[in-house]
């Protein structure tokens, strides 16, 4: 890639680092991405497919299966601290993920298509709304767009803080867990705190429901029963000094490996957590179920095909023995087509994803678009 296309990509970053749109609201940053597309010369692009979603398609020689590349739009609510002159003007608003970078490269990506288009079939670049709430993929493939290719792949990557700057990270079958995030709510009634008896207090039971989602967790990684209940927000009444607490609820995020046995857990949570209320008459329960992530399965396939872009671009290429424990959306997407996603790493000192601290390494960006160009030559030459 030359200078002034990185050039250009790195003030495109930094651009969109700075206008940060949390999840479902990218609508700003959808129409800088259509409007950047459209001045490239890209004269296909599908907006507002879900969301703010969008797809550009671009043609190869020849007919032939379609592959699609995807990454995100959304950013996260998190408060940005580290200091930067492209820092974010959007108050609690950051892209402490980097998709501000994956949508770089893709940008990138776009402009060599445009310069050397695949021998045949169609690549279809899909800017997607929503990742962060596991909700976009579902959006995407429910409003059925995608049935009008024949696509025969579908990949897409993400950077990873903790390893070498520029290794190529991946595994073959699971990548990322199931993932998915409950509130336990629970409705009694106030009371004065020197009449307890003349209320109904949830404090026992809440303290018997979060017993036992400790004692459901199997936190080995390496077992196929891997099993995590993390606690994410815990309220029991209101600061009303005197009074007897009548309401409370409980958020944990939960992540196994597997699909079928999160649905068990899930299954096994409402059993327990029935019974447990029961015990205290007069004290209702409400379950909410919200962010699911399925599990994000490499297709042995796609996976031998990113090993092989890694070796022609000269990267290191890190064989992960077990999979990520961070949800990712893209596995709806490794259900439907043969498909895999792959990390490169941000830096082993770098800050983690998530963190307010956090920000995508421009170094990552030509290295990202190469890869997506070897997998199209690889496929569709």
């Known amino acids: 890639m030359g200078h002034h296309l ?20 990218e609508s700003k940053t959808s129409q800088f991405i259509a409007d950047y597309l459209k001045d490239l010369g890209i004269r296909t692009i599908y907006r507002n497919i879900s969301h703010h979603s969008l797809v550009a398609e671009i ?3 020849k007919e032939g299966p379609a592959i699609l590349f995807r990454c995100e739009l959304d950013a996260l609510p998190i408060e940005e601290i580290r200091r930067t002159g492209y820092r974010s003007q959007n108050p609690g608003i950051s892209h402490a993920c980097g998709h501000d970078g994956h949508m770089a490269i893709m940008l990138g990506f776009a402009q060599h298509l445009l310069k050397n288009p695949p021998g045949k079939g169609k690549v279809l670049l899909l800017f997607q709304s929503a990742e962060e709430t596991g909700s976009g993929a579902k959006a995407v493939l429910d409003s059925g767009f995608l049935n009008n290719y024949p696509v025969e792949y579908a990949f897409s990557m993400h950077n990873m803080p903790g390893y ?19 509130t336990i709510e629970l409705s009694g009634k106030t009371s004065h ?27 080995d990684k390496y077992k196929t029963n891997f099993f995590l209940a993390t606690p994410v927000q815990i309220r029991l009444g209101k600061k009303a ?23 068990q857990k899930k299954n096994e949570i409402e059993e327990r957590a029935g019974k447990i209320v029961k015990e205290q008459r007069g004290l209702d329960l409400h379950l909410t179920w919200s962010e699911p992530f399925r599990t994000n399965r490499n297709h042995p396939d796609a996976f031998a095909i990113i090993r092989k872009a890694a070796t022609a671009n000269h990267l290191n290429f890190v064989k992960k023995e077990e999979p990520l424990t961070w949800g990712e959306d893209f596995g709806l997407f490794t259900e439907k087509y ?43 030459h």
């Not at 409370?248 to 939960?254: E, G, P, S």
């Not at 992540?255 to 046995?261: A, C, I, L, M, Q």
């Not at 996603?341 to 998530?354: C, I, Q, S, V, Y």
Request: overall charge negative; proline content about 7%; charged content about 20%.
């Open 59 to 61: 043609a190869g020689k």
């Open 338 to 380: 043969r498909g895999a996603m792959f990390g490169m790493g941000a830096g082993e000192k770098w800050p983690a994803l998530h963190n307010p601290d956090y920000n995508f390494p421009d170094d990552l960006i030509e290295p990202g678009v190469m890869m997506f160009v070897s997998i199209v030559e690889e496929i569709l």
């Open 164 to 182: 070498h700057r520029n290794d190529l990270i991946c595994r073959a079958g699971n990548f990322t867990p199931s993932v998915e995030s409950i």
């Open 6 to 25: 990185m050039t250009e990509l790195i003030k495109i970053r930094h651009h969109l680092h700075a206008h940060p749109e949390l999840s479902g609201r």
């Open 241 to 263: 000094l005197g009074t007897s607490a009548g309401h409370a609820f409980v958020t944990y995020t939960l992540r196994t490996w597997d699909n079928s046995f999160l649905e």
């Open 193 to 219: 705190a020197g009449e307890p008896d003349k209320g109904i207090n949830p404090a026992v039971t809440l303290a018997k429901i979060i017993t036992f989602l400790s004692e459901m967790e199997e936190p």
